[in-house]
């Protein structure tokens, strides 16, 4: 047989062992424990010379089958899934970095994970080092014998900024770093990390896997191809120095942390890979008409879409993702009160965080998501009180835009 579509290979990814029905999905193993026929099968699994479960909050048949899943999606070498997005970013760093070491990062970040890295993971020793992304110069210039990884967004939330991946990548390479990318914004049916030099993809699969806002969890992708054998901390994990983050993450931090994804949250984000790839295809390209349109609306200044040639970005967007470069889009208006004023407008679209669920969401990030950095931060991180932000569902394009419309006051 030939080699199957992405499509046909979400759908018939095989059970490690087969169910005692038949069953076609794989069932929910609600279970915490797991039994055992021997003492010596029990030590060979606690001591990891078996992949036999032995606790949930380690592994879960359930679970396993969804990272299985994944891990045929994007040919990596290894997949964790965790219990949220912001769980997957803070075990990759309890795994890679340490006391005395920096980050070195783009500002353009999450909120959350703004403050992750400027607060939380400060507090234990890590500094950020925020540079611009798009000037590979500066990257290299904050990088030295104490960085642990470089760190960014594919696109950035909301600013829109799109990063060069193979050239940030050339970065990495020269200066003996992993690449770290939180890759949410374009899922890995449209944009292949290994091929544009990621070494570890951090995905919220609470957007568009999850299959319309189902559940909350995220995803840690190790492709095993960056040599940890000369990494401060992770020089002395794994055989040849190429799994050595996955065999810290799953033996250390994983088992200690405890943030592993529910076996139920897997049952139904294996249910949404199954459309991932229909339903990115129908958002971001009402995402693209809708930017399009909204180009030419009374009332918006300006667009944020890497898919619009007037973006900044759109050449790399083109080169990383094609024609579709996700379902999200920002929008500038005259001020702070025209944002308000048309959320509060809107009749459809729903007014909520989140991304890519099956309804459409709108949010002004700057006093909500940001609200509680101080407005000299949200500057400095390009968070403006003018914007807005907008996820695209499933609706059409019409019904959006005349939803828009009817809010602006054009009919």
């Known amino acids: ?19 005692a029905y038949g069953a076609l999905s794989m069932p929910v193993y609600q279970s915490v424990a797991f039994e055992f026929d021997t003492a010596e099968a029990m030590e060979a699994a606690f001591c990891g010379r078996s992949s036999a479960h032995t606790y949930s909050r380690i592994s879960n048949p359930t679970v396993q089958y969804f990272e299985q899943r994944v891990q045929r999606a994007t040919g990596a070498f290894g997949v964790t899934a965790l219990g949220s997005g912001m769980a997957a970013i803070f075990s990759s760093f309890m795994t890679c970095a340490f006391a005395g070491c920096n980050v070195v990062l783009s500002p353009h970040l999450f909120g959350n994970t703004y403050v992750l890295f400027r607060h939380t993971l400060e507090g234990f020793g890590v500094e950020p080092r925020f540079c611009n992304m798009s000037d590979p110069v500066e990257v290299a210039s904050r990088i030295d014998g104490q960085t642990c990884a470089l760190f960014l967004e594919l696109i950035s939330n909301p600013q829109m900024e ?20 939180d890759t949410t ?12 030099g990621v070494d570890i993809e951090l995905i919220s699969s609470t957007k568009y896997i999850s299959g319309g806002a189902t559940s909350v969890g995220g995803l840690i992708v190790d492709y095993g191809r960056f040599d940890w054998s000369a990494h401060p901390i992770l020089s002395r994990w794994g055989t040849n120095g190429r799994d ?15 943030a592993y994804m529910s076996p139920q949250v897997a049952s139904v984000q294996t249910l949404g890979l199954e459309t991932l790839g229909i339903r990115f295809e129908r958002q971001a390209s009402t995402a693209l008409e809708l930017a399009r349109r909204l180009r030419s609306t009374a009332g918006v200044a300006s667009v944020n879409y890497s898919g619009l040639e007037e973006h900044p970005g759109y050449e790399i967007s083109r080169r990383q993702f094609g024609d579709l470069p996700g379902a999200m889009l920002t929008f500038d208006l005259a001020s702070r009160t025209a944002c308000f004023d048309l959320i509060n407008r809107v009749k459809m679209i729903r007014r909520a965080t989140n991304l890519f669920d099956n309804r459409s969401l709108i949010i ?3 006093s909500t998501i940001y609200g509680s950095l101080s407005e000299d931060i949200r500057l400095a991180m390009d968070v403006r009180q003018e914007t807005v932000r907008l996820s695209v569902g499933l609706e059409t394009a019409d019904d959006l835009y005349d939803d828009l419309s009817q809010a602006f006051g054009n009919f």
């Open 185 to 196: 914004l374009v899922p890995f049916t449209a944009f292949s990390a290994a091929d544009f």
């Open 162 to 181: 799109v990063a060069d991946i193979a050239a940030l990548s050339d970065v990495c390479r020269k200066a003996g770093l992993p690449l770290i990318v």
């Open 364 to 366: 002004h990030p700057a």
């Open 244 to 258: 050595a983050f996955s065999a810290r993450l799953r033996r250390e931090v994983h088992r200690n942390v405890g």
């Open 1 to 19: 047989m030939k080699d199957l579509s992405f499509e046909a290979q979400m759908l018939h990814v095989p059970y490690e062992l087969p169910d």
